[in-house]
């Protein structure tokens, strides 16, 4: 399936960041992206997924694409969700990763609300002991010192406001699993094997409802698996965007 963009032959990726992370949080991919007409959103700082999904298709549009294949990981994979409740059309196919298509649980929600309340209280230097344990899997956390250190370090510096505010929009996203079935384009979903968020359980459930679906778990890697096993998730990511490009 080419795409006959008059500047490049290759259909547009866009990848779409976890929370509270960054668009350098792609840095790793970016390689494997080139040749392709590429978009890395900032999507931090929504009070709503919609609205980030809404700033995603005003940034396609100012480029004049009419469809890309979004690539998006945990809050990434969110709001992959609510672009095909918004606009399927624009879809040359999808990679869900480290994601799921639930809403919160009421406990969930009171986390996150909790978590907004202590940032407004004390800062952000509690996020790192907050979320590292469940970001990075065990292997990166006894193997990987230097990445364990990168991911605090990165922690330690996200804007308060912006997290409060998707704090907000993680908490309020509604349920996407009525939408999996009707997701027809190809779909790659991949998973940590490490990953306890958002686990290969959860991933496998998509993968069942997806109809064009296939699902990969990478090896040693938790829930930020692009930044824990690069060499796995490029690789698959790679050969994924070969098959729509051809
Ligand atoms: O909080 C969640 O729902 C799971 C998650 C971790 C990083 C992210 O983007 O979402």
Partial sequence: MAFGYAWDMSVPVILLHAFPYSPAMW??????????PVLVPDILG??????????????????????AVFVGLSMGGYVIFRLWNLEPERFAGLVLADTRATSDTPEQKAAR???????????????????????????????????????????????????????????E???????????????????????????????RQMAVQIPDSRMLIIPQAGHL????NPKAFNTALLGFLWEIDH
């Fill in 27 to 36: 840095k790793e991919q970016l390689w494997v992206v080139q040749g392709h």
């Fill in 113 to 171: 609300a909790q978590m907004a309340l202590r940032i407004r209280q004390e800062g952000t230097g509690f996020l790192p002991e907050a979320l590292l344990p469940g970001h990075l899997g065990g292997t990166t956390r006894t193997r990987n010192p230097a990445l364990v250190e990168q991911v605090r370090q990165t922690l330690l510096a996200v804007d308060p406001d912006k997290t409060i505010a998707s704090l907000k929009g993680l908490a």
């Fill in 173 to 203: 996203r509604p349920d996407s699993v009525p939408l999996l079935p009707d997701i027809a384009i190809p779909a790659l979903i991949l998973v940590g094997e490490e990953d306890t968020l958002t686990p290969p359980a959860d991933a």
């Fill in 225 to 228: 698996a692009n930044l824990e």
């Fill in 46 to 67: 929504f009070e709503s997924l919609e609205s980030a999904a809404a700033h995603v298709l005003v940034e396609m549009d100012n480029r004049g694409w009419e469809k």
